[in-house]
């Protein structure tokens, strides 16, 4: 079959084509100055940092990492490589079954722009991705801490590091809160399909998604503000 080139140039294609290229340079990283170059963490090579670098006892004792622990935190990036190539198979699925169906069933201009996502489907392509912002965020957190743990940073660049550990989960988080409202957008689009009066579908909308709108907008409000925190504290 001929490759559609019209999808590389919807949204969905660009930016998982940017959420995978970052996560490549972060699993990059990992796998060049972590794995590589500490020989995974190894104690003895961390140990010869921290006296290089003058690491306290007590810090030692804070940074230190058991046998067990240790790997587990090393396997942690490449699972979350295979989730994020599950959730890409996940997207894949889903924009080529909606490609399916509107040249099967949908009107002349939806056969024509197969590719091109309807409104309902965008909002499900966004709670697919969701998960592919956390899984980056986390790993590039996971990064940040083991810079910090293994003494590579000290001082001031250690207190940057820490700051952007925050930031890239209160970041994840604030998209996680978006992508929670964007999911009660689908099932207000769903009920206003089902039979019942006008009045019903409105209060439904307004009344009975009044606890997801708050928690939302209140968990948005309290990572945002973290987040300026720890960027305004550090930077």
């Known amino acids: 079959h001929k490759f559609p080139v019209p999808v590389l140039l919807q949204w969905y294609t660009i930016a998982f084509v940017a959420f995978g ?20 963490l190894d104690p003895q090579d ?41 959730l890409i198979v996940h997207a894949i699925l889903n924009v080529t079954h909606g490609s399916r169906w ?12 197969s590719w091109k996502t309807s409104e309902r489907q965008e909002l499900v392509l966004l ?4 998960p ?19 003494g590579w940073h ?18 994840a988080a604030v998209c996680q809160y978006y992508t929670v409202f964007v999911f009660s957008q689908i ?3 769903l009920l206003e ?19 997801v709108y708050a928690w939302c907008i209140i968990g948005s409000i309290h990572s945002i503000l973290l987040f300026v925190i720890a960027f305004s504290g550090h930077h």
């Open 46 to 86: 961390i140990e010869d940092l921290w006296d290089e670098k003058n690491i306290t006892q007590d810090l030692r004792d804070d940074f230190h990492l058991p046998g067990w622990l240790r790997w587990l935190s090393l396997a942690s990036p490449m699972v979350g490589a295979v989730a994020f190539a599950i």
């Open 21 to 40: 290229a970052f996560l490549m340079e972060c699993l990059g990283n990992i796998v060049l100055n972590d794995y590589r170059d500490t020989h995974f």
């Open 154 to 171: 000290t001082g001031a660049e250690r207190a940057t590091d820490l700051a952007l550990f925050d930031e890239n989960l209160e970041l």
């Open 132 to 150: 592919a912002v956390f899984i980056i965020m986390s790993i590039r957190s996971t990064e940040r801490m083991w810079m910090v743990m293994r």
């Open 187 to 189: 099932c207000v689009s």
């Open 102 to 113: 509107r040249k099967e069933n949908g009107t002349e201009e939806e056969k024509t722009l």
């Open 193 to 211: 399909e089902q039979k019942g009066s006008s009045d019903m579908k409105k209060a439904i909308k307004y009344v009975g998604f009044q606890g």
């Open 127 to 130: 709670v697919i991705s969701m």
